[in-house]
T-cell receptor
Framework: NAGVTQTPKFQVLKTGQSMTLQCAQDMNHNSMYWYRQDPGMGLRLIYYSASEGTTDKGEVPNGYNVSRLNKREFSLRLESAAPSQTSVYFC?????????????FGPGTRLTVL | AQKVTQAQTEISVVEKEDVTLDCVYETRDTTYYLFWYKQPPSGELVFLIRRNSFDEQNEISGRYSWNFQKSTSSFNFTITASQVVDSAVYFCALSEYSGGGADGLTFGKGTHLIIQP
């Protein structure tokens, strides 16, 4: 039981390049989330998926797109990376939606945009 | 809009001292959930506790205890007899029950706890 896994662990991009961050969970959770963590800012919600087939914007969605590929997988895409997107990205999952359940987090992806 | 404030940016204590981390929240909902997460130097986020807005009982788990007071909108976390392994960044977080609407956690900015040997 791996929990929440994320790939890659580290990535360096040049401004304007694109990439997709992958996330998968094996806990049969319904809801999945993407957050970014910046120094001194805590974590901020980018996008979430309350259930398979649905996605919604969070607090800071600009510059990102997401895909809920199936119940297990939730990917985050940067179409044209900018230095302001340098951050640590965390994926999380929860059994229930609507804010009721605890979220379990992946190990994070450290992204640097030059 | 919901908001979580952790006013203590950094706390440093000597091992075996007790330490309390403060968390103050704002929400317009009557149904909401409060969480604490620990982020050790390795970077992962570890779930510690969830409390719903209808349960104001304090909770104790080993050396950890939580004090939830709706009257002051606070959900404080106390570590008794601190140990070096408690050194980490601790986040308080809030979610409002959306009933199918908005979802996700609102985090405070975190408190960096340093336990000196």
């Amino acid at each position: 039981n791996a929990g929440v896994t994320q790939t890659p662990k580290f990535q360096v991009l040049k401004t304007g390049q694109s990439m997709t961050l992958q996330c998968a969970q094996d806990m049969n959770h319904n809801s999945m989330y993407w957050y970014r963590q910046d120094p001194g800012m805590g974590l901020r919600l980018i996008y979430y998926s309350a259930s398979e087939g649905t996605t919604d914007k969070g607090e800071v969605p600009n510059g990102y797109n997401v895909s809920r590929l199936n119940k297990r997988e939730f990917s985050l895409r940067l179409e044209s990376a900018a230095p302001s997107q340098t951050s640590v990205y965390f994926c999380a999952s929860s059994l229930t939606s609507g804010g009721r359940g605890e979220q379990f987090f992946g190990p994070g992806t450290r992204l640097t945009v030059l | 809009a919901q908001k979580v404030t952790q006013a203590q940016t950094e706390i440093s204590v000597v091992e075996k001292e007790d330490v309390t981390l403060d968390c103050v929240y704002e929400t317009r909902d009557t149904t909401y959930y409060l969480f604490w997460y620990k982020q050790p130097p390795s970077g992962e986020l570890v779930f510690l506790i969830r409390r719903n807005s209808f349960d104001e009982q304090n909770e104790i788990s080993g050396r950890y205890s939580w004090n939830f007071q709706k009257s002051t909108s606070s959900f404080n976390f106390t570590i008794t007899a601190s140990q070096v392994v408690d050194s980490a960044v601790y986040f308080c977080a809030l979610s409002e029950y959306s009933g199918g609407g908005a979802d996700g956690l609102t985090f405070g900015k975190g408190t960096h706890l340093i336990i000196q040997p």
